[in-house]
């Protein structure tokens, strides 16, 4: 069975900094496209940032420049370094995956940020 699990989430002043950390564990073969999303209050689950096995990102345009996301294959984890905060950044941050053969999707179960004024 395989999980994600989130870390690194908390409390940070407009302006500060976080770093999320997923490791992916488990049952597994190979992991590919690994991402993270946020949803926050009231609003749809969206991409933040993602990330191939070789490297390749792609962000949202609301975080280009601000956030930036990386990985170590060899300890399948994933990682957000999120600079510039700002209110808006505040939500659930879920890791996504795709692991295995088949690239079956997995997520973990979020880790919250909150970013004060």
């Known amino acids: 069975q395989v999980q994600l699990v989130e870390s690194g989430g908390g409390l940070v002043q407009s302006g500060g900094s976080l770093t999320l950390s997923c490791a992916a564990s488990g049952s597994i073969f190979s992991v590919y496209d690994m991402g993270w999303y946020r949803q926050a209050p009231g609003k749809q689950r969206e991409l933040v940032a993602a990330i191939t096995r070789g490297g390749r990102t792609n962000y949202a345009d609301s975080v280009k420049g601000r956030f930036t996301t990386s990985r170590d294959n060899a300890k399948n984890t994933v990682y957000l370094q999120m600079n510039s905060l700002k209110p808006e950044d505040t939500a659930v941050y879920y890791c996504?995956?795709?692991?295995?053969?088949?690239?079956?999707?997995?997520w973990g179960k979020g880790t919250l940020v909150t970013v004060s004024s």
């Open positions: 996504n995956a795709r692991i295995g053969p088949i690239r079956e999707e997995h």
